[in-house]
């Protein structure tokens, strides 16, 4: 089991800045059309914004690419010795983030990066302290997906269901002001991290923001049957949690 690590924030405020986390292995095709397309996005936020590109030492070069773009964009890069997982990567990259808003983009561009001010306005405008991009509310849905992924993902999100009310429990996009997870103590083993914040965050108010997930077009997905059982150890740890509390 992966020990427990504790992020530290600031309190609920104004907000003035965002910072998304881009965790990346082998993803050197994908990241400059990620970062421009994010930095598009800020602008029409009208927010400032800082992308976190934590790379695990990819072969392919992501981390000089990344390095090479914080040349030119907001940009401020992670390098980890060995893959080291994407839980993890999340807690490292909001370590060193100043955003007065903390969030999570897939490096392989199945999320939207035009979401994002959506997102922003589901917190800023419409008073929600967590803005979860969802595939399973209505406008939301998935594409170029083999089925047996959507039952896996809808059963995932079944399964979950006793530890959260939000549809798309499995959701790893999504934006949190930094109130929701002062202090909270989180296990970073698998891909889920979002998971551990619908569960264990202080927020009052969440939004399930609808988006279609497409599947990637360059590079290998790092999805596996061990995801799946990391999954079921975190949810069996969620689920003990939840009866403790």
């Known amino acids: 089991m992966a020990s427990s690590s504790n992020i530290q924030e600031s309190g609920r405020g104004q907000v003035n800045s965002i910072s998304l986390v881009v965790a990346t292995f082998n993803e050197a095709s994908n990241l400059p059309e990620l970062v421009d397309g994010l930095c598009a996005a800020f602008a029409r ?10 790379d695990d030492n990819s072969p392919d070069g992501t981390g000089r690419v990344a390095d090479n773009l914080a040349a030119r964009y907001p940009l401020h890069v992670v390098h980890r010795p060995r893959k080291m997982g994407l839980a993890s990567a999340v807690v490292d ?51 170029d997906w083999p089925k047996s992924r959507e039952y896996i993902s809808a059963f995932a999100n079944l399964l979950a269901r006793p530890c959260t009310g939000i ?4 959701s790893g996009f999504f934006l949190m002001r930094r109130s929701v997870v002062e202090g909270v103590a989180v296990n970073p083993i698998g891909f889920k991290i979002g998971l551990e914040f619908y569960v264990k965050g202080r927020y009052r108010r969440y939004e399930e923001v609808p988006y279609v997930f497409t599947d990637r077009r360059h590079g290998k997905s790092k999805f596996t049957w061990r995801e799946v059982v990391n999954y079921l150890r975190q949810l069996a740890s969620l689920i003990a949690y939840r009866l403790r509390t």
């Open 45 to 54: 936020t009208g927010i400032a914004g800082e992308i976190i590109v934590v």
């Open 93 to 143: 990259g909001f370590a060193v983030a100043k955003g007065d808003l903390l969030g999570v983009i897939d490096a392989d561009l199945s999320h939207p990066p035009s979401l994002v001010p959506e997102m922003v306005r589901a917190i800023v405008e419409r008073g929600a302290d967590l803005a979860v991009a969802s595939r399973h509310v209505p406008g939301g849905g998935v594409k």
């Open 167 to 170: 549809h798309d429990a499995t």
